[in-house]
């Protein structure tokens, strides 16, 4: 180790290199398993090369020697971008969940980016897509996007955004505001600093169907369960799914063209006669400055018109249905009503294939099988038939096939089906 050392810094004249030599000093302290000769040769480690030299806490076999918060302290003295790899090995290969690990990393890359990224105002058209530039800058962007977007559990998403104010991350922003369900703030920054209108647009369309899946996907998830104590929470979900029609962010968006300092009325004229199926006419109306002449809307007004149209007959159209099977429910419901099973001393029970008797209490299924009460419910649901376990529920009886409609028009007391 003496003579590495010494050849790292530089008093002997070998071919080895400064970075090979950390490498293999790494090495020899990893196997050493010595916590006093590692903490020895520490500082000249990280004296001839901080960056390589991290390296050593972000090995599996140093953690029984050198704890977590022992590195920490070590490091806090050396620069972000050596922290930033022993936080990423804390992440990524140990899969900590710890937040304030998760808000130091972010906030590193963060400096990191505002270090590296030019200031000022970049047109749209020169502007690369961040994450997408050349070198560092790229590198920390694309890391940071990625840890906003998919990990907003394990950070302060507060902390962060308010990091990020005053700052030219507004990709970032936008990222963080959407995850805070800000999305007015982030189509602000699109329409005004950014000035990406194509983002802004598929903002609107993105989000949207995001939440209609994730609710889809919680009515589906209490469905399965069907349990009465999720029937409200069910009904809310499902009120919410018929509210979503229309897409509101578009009202956002318009909202932000029309009436946000400076305006931008081309662009909202734009969405309004792209996209006027998805716009609810009423509150697009309220939104939509006096001075916008009547022509600028044509297309979004006929275009309300036709949809008006088409769902009024859908609304017919599903009305019809609905009395169609109103009739038929009704129909069925009468002939329900209308069955009979006679029990006569000749009567077995299906499953103790003893008589019923005058006096017991006994059960009848929809397909007419008869068992004791106490034979039926001994083991199977109520809805599962006692001897060959048909679910009546997945497998229901079809009850019209039992009798005529002359059975139900005329009825015969001691008739049995």
């Given at each position: 180790m003496e003579t590495l050392c010494q050849v790292g810094y530089g008093k002997l004249e070998e071919s080895s290199n400064a970075l090979?030599?950390?490498?293999?000093m790494v090495e020899l302290l990893v196997e050493s398993k010595d916590r006093e000769l590692i903490f020895k040769y520490l500082d000249s480690l990280?004296?001839?090369?901080?960056?390589?030299?991290?390296?050593?806490?972000c090995n599996p076999g140093i953690s029984e020697f050198i704890s977590i918060d022992e590195t920490l302290a070590y490091l806090t003295i050396y620069p972000s971008d050596v922290k930033i790899t022993f936080y990423e090995y804390l992440i990524e290969d140990l899969k900590s969940t710890n937040v304030d690990i998760h808000n130091q990393l972010v906030l590193f890359y963060i400096d990191a980016c505002t270090k590296l990224k030019p200031q000022g105002y970049i047109p749209h058209g020169v502007r690369v897509e961040a994450g997408k530039e050349l070198g560092l800058l790229g590198s920390f962007r694309t890391r940071l996007l990625t840890m906003l977007s998919k990990k907003?559990?394990?950070y302060s998403k507060h902390k962060i955004s308010n990091r990020l104010k005053g700052t030219s991350l507004f990709e970032e922003?936008?990222?963080?505001?959407?995850?805070?369900?800000?999305h007015e703030k982030s189509l602000s920054l699109l329409l005004f600093e950014l000035r990406d209108?194509?983002?802004?647009e598929r903002y609107c369309e993105e989000v949207y169907n995001e939440r209609k899946r994730q609710l889809l996907d919680e009515r589906h998830a209490l469905e399965v369960k069907n349990s009465t104590q999720n029937v409200g929470k069910l009904q809310r979900i499902q009120h919410e799914i018929d509210q979503m029609t229309y897409n509101h962010f578009w009202l956002d968006l318009l909202r932000l063209c029309f009436h946000r300092t400076p305006t931008n009325e081309p662009f909202g004229i734009d969405i309004l006669n792209r996209h006027a199926a998805e716009i609810h006419p009423i509150d697009a109306l309220t939104i939509i400055p006096d001075h916008l002449n009547l022509k600028d809307m044509n297309h979004f007004l006929n275009r309300q018109l036709r949809h008006a149209y088409d769902r009024l007959q859908q609304v017919q159209y599903s009305n019809s249905l609905n009395n169609l099977k109103l009739i038929r429910v009704s129909s069925e419901k009468a002939c329900s009503?209308?069955?009979?099973?006679?029990?006569t001393d000749s009567t077995l029970c299906g499953v103790c294939n003893m008589p019923i008797g005058s006096s017991a209490v006994f059960v009848v299924f929809p397909d007419q099988s008869v068992f004791h009460a106490k034979c039926a419910n001994k083991e199977s649901p109520h809805h599962i038939h006692p001897t060959h376990h048909r679910d009546f529920r997945l497998v229901p009886e079809n009850i019209a096939k039992q009798f005529s409609i002359k059975d139900v028009l005329e009825p015969k007391i001691n008739q049995n089906l």
């Open positions: 090979v030599v950390v490498d293999e990280f004296e001839i090369n901080e960056t390589k030299a991290v390296n050593l806490f907003p559990s394990y922003m936008v990222v963080i505001f959407r995850v805070m369900d800000q209108y194509s983002w802004a009503i209308s069955r009979r099973r006679t029990i």
